[in-house]
């Protein structure tokens, strides 16, 4: 018996019947057309290299300032090199200055990061997984309530946080800052809408079947699931806590206590005043090592944050 593409070739005239390569060509002008151009736009491109240029300028400027010495700081040109390379001796002088006060307030930033960042992640997670898979009385009064946190800004709740936490006596100690961070709501609300997606019911009923607790099926099945969503809300946490500036400076009044964002601050400041030090190469220096520390995290879990930025554009 005939294929139906023999019957094709054996009907049509022996002038019009399609070489092999004939048919190649045809599937290749077929697969051609299907095929979406890239269509390259001079005007977007430029359009997005000014925000690239504008993002890079800072970091540029900093690492060649960095450099250079105190006197080389003010006679050189601040885009480019000076004589000198002192950029050495300027990480020396970040590590001793002030008896080495800024280990100190390194430290105090990765405690602030370490509990702040991922305990609050931690616990938007769970908050999200329980809006998102039970249903309790009050579950919408509560979506709102959050809902409505979203609107507002930190800074806005900083003094009232400060007066309240003055009355409880945690002003300068570190649950000052450590509490504030742990409330998340954009990563609640953020982590709530991805689980009722990602997490199927028919996943968690089998679970419970088989006799696992809440607590087992969060950690072993729903945190997986969530891992990209997961990853995305502890980078910007890890960012927002690690560049916290307000709230540590105005909960903190011992210097023993500060992170590096309010440190590098007083280091700057104490230039302004008659009997303080100059000391503006050491804080660009501590600047660019404070930066170091983000850059390797977003480089390593990048895969995980582009996952993450990614979960629901497109339909499954």
């Known amino acids: ?58 970091l540029v400027w900093l690492v060649i300032n960095s450099t250079k010495s105190l006197d080389e700081l003010f006679s050189s040109f601040g885009l480019w090199f000076g004589d000198g ?98 409330v998340t709501p954009f990563g609640l609300f953020l982590l709530f809408t991805y689980t009722k997606e990602a997490v199927p019911d028919e996943v968690l009923d089998a679970a419970r079947v088989d006799g696992a607790g809440e607590f087992r099926i969060f950690f072993t099945i729903v945190l997986r699931l969530l891992s990209p969503a997961f990853v995305s809300v502890l980078l910007l946490e890890l960012v927002g806590a690690w560049n916290n500036y307000f709230l540590p400076l105005i909960m903190l009044s011992d210097p023993d206590l500060f992170p590096l964002t309010v440190g590098l601050n007083q280091w700057n400041a104490q230039g302004a005043s008659a009997e303080g030090e100059l000391v503006a190469n ?11 520390p983000l850059m390797i995290v977003f480089l390593c879990l990048q895969r995980f944050w582009r996952a993450g930025l990614a979960a629901g554009s497109t339909k499954g």
């Open 85 to 182: 390379f002192a950029l050495w001796d300027n990480v020396v002088g970040v590590l001793t200055y002030d008896d080495g006060i800024y280990g100190r307030w390194f430290a105090n930033t990765l405690l602030y990061v370490a509990v702040g960042a991922v305990g609050s992640t931690l616990l938007a997670a769970l908050a999200g997984y329980g809006l998102a898979k039970f249903d309790f009385p009050g579950r919408r009064a509560v979506l709102a309530v959050v809902l409505g946190a979203v609107a507002v800004p930190g800074t806005a709740l900083a003094v009232p946080t400060f007066l309240l936490f003055s009355k409880m006596g945690l002003t300068n100690t570190p649950w000052g800052v450590l509490i504030p961070l742990l």
């Open 1 to 58: 018996m005939l294929t139906e593409e023999q019957r094709t070739h054996a009907g049509r005239p022996a002038g019009h019947r399609r070489t092999p390569a004939a048919e190649g060509r045809a599937a290749r002008r077929v697969r051609t057309r299907e095929r979406p151009r890239r269509q390259r736009s001079v005007a977007l491109t430029v359009l997005m290299t000014l925000p690239l240029l504008y993002s890079l300028f800072p």
């Open 282 to 292: 050491l804080v660009l220096t501590g600047s660019l090592m404070t930066i170091i």
